[in-house]
């Protein structure tokens, strides 16, 4: 069980399983190991103390003979802390070493966007030691890419606004993948056109291919991506120049 994993010690649950130590409803609690009984070992003892004062004994199923009461025993309960933190520091570590690595050949990570879809197998034996259990990728979502794509066509068209092309899409009877509309209309009749959504969707060099993470050193046009992309590269640039221009003209 994880009493103290929480924001506070004084979380509902804790408090409710003090009081029931109280009334001595039972004798002993079992946790899966010493790190899983608060967020730092200070804590972790505190509580320990506590219900030991109403006679209950706190036990740890991976060390069933650890007693957090002994005081050399305490020494292990703080060293578990130690090593966990050191684990969780090396695994993330790892994971994103994995993640750059997987970005740096082309892989995509995170959510799919809009007129793609995540794809996830389970990788045989033979992969596993590259891949990990799942080998993942995302792919063009046979639903939405076509959507997508009049909305980019519609773009580099160049005689609507972002506005109009939401209208568009909507008179089309499309929707967001979300299942938001583009346009929602209020009871009254007026008319709000969701254009922040579509102005991500341009911006997004994912579209074209491209393997983007400025956050992580990967800059545009230096990894391709492995996966079909919507529109071209120069396409995407062309929309860029098209948006580009739009937004210096508002601003002059």
Known sequence: MDVLTGKTPNRVG???????????????????????FGRNDTEALRAI?????????????????LDP????????????????????ALLGIRTRGGQQAKRK???YISYAPDGYRNVTVRTDSEKRADLGRWDKWIEQDPERSGIIREAW?????DNMSLREIAET?????????????????TPDGKRKANTSTLGNIFHNWTYAGWVVSLKNNVPPKTVRGNWEPIVTTEEFERAQEILARRTAHRTV
């Open 14 to 36: 804790y408090q409710r399983l003090l009081a029931d130590a109280r009334a001595g409803k039972f004798s002993h609690v079992i946790v899966e190991r010493a790190d899983r």
């Open 49 to 65: 103390d506590e219900l030991n004062e109403f006679g209950v004994a706190v036990r740890f199923a991976n060390s069933p003979d």
């Open 69 to 88: 009461i002994d005081p050399d025993d305490r020494i292990l309960v703080a060293l578990s802390f130690t090593l966990a933190r050191r684990e969780s």
């Open 105 to 107: 050949s082309g892989g």
């Open 153 to 157: 066509d519609l773009l580099l068209e």
């Open 169 to 185: 899409l909507h008179d089309r009877g499309y929707r967001h993948r979300s299942g938001r509309p583009f346009v929602e209309v």
